[in-house]
């Protein structure tokens, strides 16, 4: 295929957006988009070469995939080597553990296939996962040999109909799927974005035949699309769903169209083509940088920083691309050797080798951390073990206590226990909830004048009108309900007014994990719920520590200075969320239950993470622990004593 350096500048716009997305840059929060216009890069230049190896009769799939290999396993492999030892050096026991696990998969292309797992309440925080961003990695590859495996089975004639009967199989599932989480990573829901790429090919002589406006503006409209979506999208937008149908047609008019040459130009500067040389390296680079500074630093990473770490991830994918990507891609060469093919490896034979062996020993070496939770002799054996055993008694203790009769998780029909006592509390939210009705069975222990049910329901089922409105955000998300981030929204409505019609509460307590994104929400779940509550709505505030606490305890070598250095960390977006729902409660004339002042007070000098004997008293940077719920007992003793008021 003739090169076009404007492919590059678009992998440079693609790139750029995703480091802007997990970097926390607020005006990108769709910019994990980019990987999307990757896919349909990816299909445009898959779908040309092999078409236009089939016309000159010189297609193999065996040839195919050795380049797709060649292309990719050198820098892919020395990334996740440089990781592995990363990892060992500085990641705690929990962090490492979950890390070899992902390694082992991502050895093997399938980074996708372990995330499928990576859900529920005690997942570790993406933020302390180096491997997470290879899922798009995995998926790729996956859609390399299924690619392959079509074009072997069919033939010139067929191969269009069968890739088109697969694009509308991958975007039905991408529609009907309803785990948010296994769709996301799921390959077969995302062949419909390569699809794309491989009919803008298909296109692009149409297009050139077309007026110099038409394609033009093909061209200005792709972009707008891109940068709509990478400004509207936010983490709670359905995804990829038909969503993702927004940036891959945006990207799939600037691939096929032949717009005036100044309009092309910004993609074609050199700064433009070099990113998008090096956006491979780029790419593989940029999330682990992130993590590992996260976890040296230990601090709230300014802008200041994140610009330094772009910079030094540009450094190092350039180091990539000169000393590995380049060299490797122009000197193996894929050589024929009887009916097959193979990878002529003399050039680079003993770094090959010594690569070879180094990622064969890596297996064994990460299957036993994974089983070895994850080696805590690393660092302080005695506070390791300790700090395990305080989280695996919480665990247990809290799933024991969840199976009290009166959680309904929000999607069966479970039935609703009927309480005699004047006060019958109703506790409504996502995990957060779940803490506040395990703290509520520990302090009825003492008390037995009221009744406790829970329900589900998450903050996002209500996430319109505090979002930028206007035309644009009604374009892109249509009704409120097109917004719901969770597929099970519906059943978690329905669910929860049929417990308040039964159980007839005289408290509401809304409690869900606030941030800076999820305020967001906050407004219209407030005024849900006042207006579907007979009694007292009560907001349980914030609950969120600036670092995962036992990984503070452990690389600062003990728990006896926590509640000073977590007070002297920067907590300012903590800070400023819990003003927010302050602000609202009084604006809507509700209760409120400052928790984060109950956990760092402003007129001291310390917070209160540990005890008195050094327990932790939160499990992650935003959950209690058994000891932290019994700690803060007063705090749901006031929640309760509000309906008195």
Request: positive net charge; hydrophobic residues 45%.
């Amino acid at each position: 295929m003739k090169y076009r350096p404007e492919i590059d500048g678009l992998r440079a716009i693609s790139i750029l957006l995703v480091i802007f997305f997990h970097y926390g840059f607020s005006a990108f929060p769709g910019g994990y988009i980019g990987v999307d216009v990757f896919f349909v890069i990816s299909g445009y230049l898959i779908y040309g070469i092999t078409t236009e190896s089939q016309k000159n009769s010189n297609f193999s799939a065996a040839t195919f995939l050795l380049r797709r290999f060649r292309r990719l396993a050198p820098a892919y492999y020395t990334t996740l080597i440089a990781c592995l030892f990363a990892s060992y050096l500085v990641l705690s026991p929990p962090h490492f553990e979950r890390f070899s696990g992902a390694y082992i998969y991502s050895l093997f292309g399938l980074t996708n296939v372990f995330l499928f797992g990576e859900t529920g309440y005690f997942d570790t925080s993406v933020a302390f996962k180096p491997l997470v961003h290879l899922w798009s990695l995995s998926v790729e590859i996956q859609f390399y040999i299924l690619f392959a495996l079509v074009l072997l089975i069919t033939t010139k004639s067929t191969k269009t109909p069968y890739l088109l009967l697969l694009t509308l199989i991958s975007f039905a599932i991408a529609l009907v799927l309803h785990s948010s989480n296994y769709d996301y990573y799921f390959t077969a829901s995302r062949l419909y974005e390569f699809a794309i790429g491989g009919a803008a090919y298909r296109c692009r002589d149409w297009f050139g035949k077309q007026s110099q406006a038409f394609n033009s503006s093909a061209f200005l409209i792709g972009l707008v699309l891109i940068f709509l979506a990478a400004t509207t999208f936010t983490e709670d937008t359905p995804f990829p769903s038909y969503h993702a149908l927004i940036p891959c047609t945006g990207a799939g008019l600037v691939i096929a169209s032949h717009p005036s040459g100044w309009l092309t130009t910004p993609l074609s500067w050199n700064v433009s083509v070099g990113l998008g040389k090096i956006s491979y390296g780029l790419y593989l680079v940029h999330w682990p940088v992130w993590v590992f500074s996260n976890y040296v630093l230990i601090a709230e990473i300014t802008t200041l920083l994140k610009l330094v770490m772009i910079a030094a991830s540009i450094l190092l994918a350039w180091i990539i691309y000169r000393a590995i990507e380049n060299p490797f891609q122009k000197n193996l060469k894929i050589a024929p050797r009887g009916a097959g093919v193979y990878l002529d490896m003399k050039k680079y034979r003993n770094s090959s080798l010594a690569g070879l062996i180094i990622v064969l020993i890596s297996l064994p070496v990460s299957a036993v951390a994974w089983n070895s939770d994850g080696w805590p002799w690393r660092f302080d054996r005695q506070l390791a073990d300790r700090i395990a055993l305080e989280m695996a008694s919480a665990k247990a203790e809290r799933k024991k206590l969840l199976l009290h009769p009166g959680n309904i998780d929000g999607t069966g029909r479970k039935p609703i226990p009927q309480s005699r006592q004047r006060e019958r509390i109703l506790i409504v939210g996502d995990s957060h909830s779940e803490d506040v009705f395990v703290g509520f069975q520990l302090a009825k222990k003492d008390t037995q004048d009221y009744g406790i049910v829970r329900v589900s329901l998450d903050e996002s089922c209500f996430g319109t009108s505090d979002r930028a409105g206007g035309f644009v955000s009604r374009l892109v998300y249509g009704n409120a309900r097109s917004l719901n981030r969770r597929p099970e929204c519906d059943s978690q409505l329905v669910e929860f007014e049929r417990v308040t019609m039964a159980y007839k509460p005289t408290v509401t307590i809304v409690a869900n994990h606030w941030t800076t994104s999820s305020i967001a929400y906050a407004r219209n779940t407030v005024r849900y719920h006042k207006r579907n509550s007979k009694g007292t709505v009560v907001l349980w505030g914030n609950v969120q520590l600036p670092f995962h606490l036992p990984t503070l305890a452990l690389v600062t070598g003990g728990t006896a200075e926590l509640n000073r250095k977590v007070y002297g960390m920067n907590r300012s977006s903590q800070i400023e969320v819990n003003q927010f729902l302050k602000d609202l409660a009084t604006s809507e004339s509700i209760s409120y239950v400052d928790v984060m002042s109950a956990i760092c007070p402003p007129r001291k000098t310390e917070c209160t993470v540990t005890d008195d004997k050094g327990q932790l008293l939160f499990t992650d940077n935003n959950h209690f622990s058994i000891t932290g719920l019994k700690q803060f007992e007063a705090a749901m003793l006031r929640a309760r004593d509000v309906s008195a008021n």
